[in-house]
């Protein structure tokens, strides 16, 4: 088809330069693949690291010690109330662990300020750091604590929190920005190939063509005819009339005909295997999906995603925030995710009916798992034999028989 025609209806020509490369070519995207700077992230990818950082965010956390006598809340411990409430003087627990996992998400790593008083060491407060305030510089001996320069100033190895999400190495996570820098390009470039084709109207509506030959100044003159007559918001509809033989051929052409949509879909999904996230949680193709297959798939979430970087959250909590002396008497810090799981009130009924008389479940704990107050009732606090066991009716341990 004939560029002059093409161009008779606005329609964007690649024009071959040394210098300048026009967008959508062979060239302009080949040289955006190879280009390191992502800085205006898609949608998805945006998704992908909030799904995850709220994930981290959402559960109270704590710190607790496990005795012999079982697990307790450490409320005496001086840590207690800096991370589950108020880590700073700026932000509440879940903010510091969003700006935690969003980083640590999105770039591998993490780093926190914990301010130490000078001669207890004990933990005063714990302040979020951008990627440009803190550096690493590992040692060469195999073992060996890394330093920390937070700016310009060296820092001791226990006054920065380095929280790392997934990792190959010892020193640092992956920069999952980088690792799908490709993918994540790849949908910018469908992105905007959908703005200029929509700024176009997505499709090329028809083809005017001579039934004969015209020179140059008769397609001049039909060219600025059509366009004085039909090319503005107000002129659109209009009957074209034309003072020569001309054919009028209607085209069809719409994005979805040059599976753009599907490109876009596609791209959705690659990105979210970077991340590890169900494109479910992205609210992508939801419509194909029943009730019942989106329910597990939040519940086969939980399990792939979030459960990982709770026990990544915990284990590296336990690590810089506790002393040695700490962990030896038992104390650790705890995500709660049990609010995630909880069924609907009819599920819940019958879990904790079962759990009361088949004798593993106080009545106290099933009022503290539903954030009732504990009763005073003693016998609350005793479990009661098995019903299938003991009769059809149960008492509480300790009741006399008659």
Not at 108 to 121: D, L, T
Not at 201 to 227: H, M, N, T, V
Request: glycine share 8%.
């Amino acid at each position: 088809m004939s560029s002059f025609i093409l161009g008779l209806f606005g329609v964007p020509q690649e024009r071959k330069s040394a210098i300048t490369v026009e967008r959508r070519s062979e060239q302009y995207i080949e040289d955006r693949l190879n280009n390191e700077d992502i800085s205006g992230y898609t949608s998805v990818f945006y998704a992908c690291g909030r799904v995850i950082a709220d994930g981290l965010a959402k559960p109270p956390v704590y710190v607790q010690q496990v005795t012999k006598g079982g697990r307790r809340f450490a409320t005496e411990h001086p840590l207690y109330g800096i991370i589950s409430a108020v880590p700073n003087k700026l932000q509440t627990s879940q903010e510091l662990r969003q700006v935690q996992g969003w980083q640590a998400a999105t770039t591998g790593n993490s780093y926190c300020w914990i301010n130490r008083a000078k001669r207890s060491r004990e933990i005063l407060e714990i302040v979020p750091l951008n990627p440009s305030e803190i550096s690493r510089v590992d040692q060469v001996e195999i073992g060996a604590l890394p330093k920390f320069i937070m700016n310009g100033s060296e820092m001791a190895a226990d006054e920065i929190w380095h929280f790392r999400g997934h990792s190959n190495e010892r020193n640092g996570g992956v920069d999952t920005a980088s690792m799908a820098r490709r993918a994540i390009l790849m949908a910018q470039i469908a992105e905007s190939f959908g703005i200029d084709l929509f700024k176009n109207r997505a499709a090329l509506e028809g083809i005017i063509s001579p039934d004969g030959q015209l020179d140059q100044e008769g397609f001049k003159r039909l060219k600025e005819s059509f366009a004085d007559q039909h090319t503005s918001n107000g002129k659109k509809g209009r009957t074209a009339f034309f003072p020569t033989a001309i054919k009028y051929q209607q085209l069809s052409a719409t994005a979805t005909d040059s599976q753009w949509l599907e490109m876009r879909r596609f791209q959705i999904e690659e990105i979210c295997r970077y991340f590890r996230v169900s494109p479910i949680k992205v609210f992508s193709a939801l419509g194909s999906q029943s009730y019942a297959s989106v329910e597990q798939g939040h519940i086969a979430h939980d399990a792939d995603t979030d459960a990982h970087w709770h026990d990544r959250y915990e284990q590296s909590a336990t690590k810089a925030l506790l002393t040695p002396k700490d962990r030896r008497e038992g104390y650790t810090i705890v995500l709660d995710n049990r609010a995630a799981l909880r069924g609907t009130a009819k599920e819940r009924a019958e879990y904790y009916n079962l759990g009361v008389t088949g004798g593993w479940l106080t009545v106290n704990e099933v009022r503290e798992a539903e954030n009732f107050d504990r009763s005073n009732d003693p016998e609350h606090d005793k479990l009661r034999p098995a019903a299938n066991l003991f009769g059809g009716t149960s008492k509480p341990s300790g009741t006399p028989s008659n």
